[in-house]
């Protein structure tokens, strides 16, 4: 209820109005409600090939401005005179009136409000879908954002589809190969191992001799004796040997005569004569005296 004659604000949290209706209700069931009627066509970007399923207070836009179908099946085109359209807004005042046509929200006259009709809040065109409107635009449904997109209907969710059939796509073309990354960084050198050493093992039996093999073959032929080699160079004459020592005997005794040194004699039968060397001559040469045979004598 309306307790001032200028009321301030809007009901619910301002002082010039007050409640009348009675405390909240307890929850109702949990199964969702009808669907609320229809409320007026959001506004379309208007296209002359579909205006001729255009309804009466239906919203257009046209070249940035909105416009309002005057009838059903409106022929004209939007700002031309006896189009069917009513201009409401222009493209340098939405959000703010256009002339009387489009006033502001007003909670007083807002239970006079009919469908169809457009007021502006908070700098944004709203058209009234049923009368008389309850709450305020922006937060009640009984009020379409022209301004922007309409808002969210509720309905009950549909039930779920049926799962569409999983068809594979044929494989795409390999990629082309990425840039080999940098090498990283090589990692730290592990513990060195304990070296252990196993203990000896068993020594192994000494194996069976082997059999003797058989006797190889015998040595072939002696082969022929190799040429006399030629014969060596004649060495060089040895060295000088030392003189030897000069030793002088000792005299002899002196020979009776100089004619009975070295005699000799000599018996020889030629003929039956006998010849005896008697001397040798001063020239070296002996002298034979012949002797007879029978009697000695020389001749």
Known sequence: MVNTSNPTGTPGSS?????????????GPCCPGSTGATGSPASVAYNPANSSQYTTNQIVLYNGDLYSVDRNGPTGIP?????????????????????????????????SYTPGQLVTFNGQLYQVLRSPPSGQPGSSQDYQNLSGAGPTGTGVTGATGPTGASVTGPTGPTGVAG?????????ATG???????????????????GEVGPTGPAGGPQGPIGLTGATGAMGSTGATGMTGPSITGTTGATAPSIYTQHIFFYIVEIKRR???????GCCGC??????????GRRS
Not at 95 to 101: N, P
Not at 286 to 295: C, D, G, K
């Open 274 to 280: 006998v010849y005896s060397p008697l001397k040798q």
């Open 79 to 111: 700002g031309t005179s006896g189009s069917g359209f009513t201009q409401l807004t222009s493209s340098s005042r939405i959000g703010r009136d256009v002339g009387s046509t489009v006033p502001n929200y007003n909670p007083i006259d807002a239970a």
């Open 191 to 209: 513990a060195t191992g304990t070296s252990v050493t196993g203990p000896t093992g068993v020594a192994g039996a000494t194996g069976a001799t």
């Open 179 to 187: 840039v080999t990354g940098a090498t990283g960084v090589a990692g």
């Open 15 to 27: 002082s010039s109005y007050s409640l009348l209706t009675g405390a909240t209700g307890p929850t």
């Open 286 to 295: 002996s002298r034979y005296n012949q002797v007879s045979a029978r009697t």
